[in-house]
């Protein structure tokens, strides 16, 4: 870490964001949820969707007004297994999250159940909802599309999201099995995350409408609002990588995002009209599968549990230290992280100060 970053712990920037929240109109219990879903990004090492999101994505949104901080949340249509819901551009961890409890409830019933969701903004991790389905005895499987910033494969248009595609399923092990990424090299945030860092972007995360690789943040930056860059799919530019499978999974979850509300879709969800800022309607789709419709849970932990310690304990490359499962590493970083809190650079110290002294939330004394 640089020596300009300051640690603060969980407890005091969660209830920081949760009277942040309520102070721009967020009602108390969507601001706990909101709040939760932040800072347990920043406890599992997902730096680029914690607090540093908080301001910029919610905060300013709130206060540009195409965001609303209440969430009229409407289960438009529904089955004994299925639902559809409508967010009215409220709050997305609250829409999501209750989206996931509706699936979790129909699948204790009746073995599955999925939420369709139109009228959505940013929800932070797509991993924490389907973790709900896991802490449950489930399989949870969500995913959202996005601002469009991913370039076909071959093109160099930013068209699709980074539309993450998540699972997490319970183990017998101390954490779970848990797949959160998006179907890009890289998204948005961590790219923002590079340029307070004052970092370079690897080759072939981003591509410029010349058909070349980008590599200075603060330009891409730049180039991405201009529709001068785009980001890449898994596998990077063109096919020798494999670029074309981040691109086909990215358009699956476009589809699903939108097809089953029959919402808007790539270059609609922009959140730009006549040069103004609008709401950007995302969607999402929840999933849980109740583990014990099919076997006994004890018996599904245990078999993927074998799974993932026999990936472990099998032959290394050369010079590696270890062999990770998903969602070892993000329950590492938490080991590492429970007694010291969150790292907090120059940029964010700044932020937060700023929110603070915009709300006069004067009960917080920060190391900084």
């Not at 297994?81 to 999501?96: E, L, R, S």
């Not at 071959?154 to 595609?165: I, P, Q, R, Y």
């Not at 063109?238 to 476009?254: C, L, N, Q, R």
Request: hydrophobic share 40%; with cysteine.
């Amino acid at each position: 870490m640089k020596e300009d970053v300051v640690w603060v712990s969980f407890d005091t920037l969660e209830n920081f964001m949760m009277d942040s929240f309520m102070g721009i109109g967020v009602p108390e219990e969507d601001a706990r949820i909101c709040a939760n879903v932040l800072i347990t990004a920043d406890k599992r090492g997902i730096d680029s969707h914690g607090i540093s999101r908080f301001k910029p994505i919610y905060y300013d949104r709130i206060k540009a007004g195409i965001q609303s901080p209440v969430t009229n949340f409407e289960v438009v249509k529904e089955g004994p297994t299925t639902a559809v819901v409508d967010g009215h551009n409220g709050m997305g961890q609250v829409i999501a999250h209750k989206s996931m409890e509706i699936a979790i409830n129909k699948a204790s019933q009746l073995g599955m159940g999925m939420v369709a969701v139109k009228n959505s903004t940013h929800y932070g991790i797509a991993g924490y909802y389907a973790l709900m389905a896991a802490e449950k005895g489930m399989v949870g499987i969500n995913g959202s599309n996005a601002r469009p910033s991913v370039a076909p494969t071959f093109g160099v248009e930013g068209m699709l999201g980074t539309n993450a595609l998540t699972f997490a399923l319970p183990t017998d092990e101390e954490f779970p099995f848990y797949l959160d990424f998006s179907t890009s090299m890289v998204q948005r945030g961590r790219i923002e995350l590079y340029a307070r860092e004052g970092k370079e972007i690897p080759e072939g995360w981003v591509i410029g409408s010349d058909g070349k690789a980008k590599t200075n943040p603060q330009e891409i930056l730049e180039d991405l609002v201009k529709g001068e860059a785009a980001l890449t799919p898994l596998g990077g530019i063109g096919v020798e990588t494999a670029g074309y499978k981040g691109y086909g999974y990215a358009t699956v979850v476009e589809i699903l995002s939108a097809a089953f509300t029959a919402s808007k879709f790539l270059k609609m969800l922009s959140g730009i009209e006549d040069g103004k800022q609008v709401p950007i309607n995302l969607g999402h789709f929840f999933i849980a599968i109740n583990i014990s419709s099919f076997i006994e849970l004890e018996s599904f932990q245990k078999t993927a549990g074998d799974i993932l310690r026999m990936l472990r304990a099998s032959k290394k490359a050369p010079g590696a230290d270890r062999i990770y499962t998903a969602g070892e590493k993000e329950y590492l970083f938490w080991l590492e992280r429970k007694d010291k809190g969150v790292p907090l650079n120059k940029s964010l110290q700044k932020e937060i100060l700023s929110v603070q002294r915009d709300l006069g939330l004067t009960q917080y004394r920060f190391p900084f």
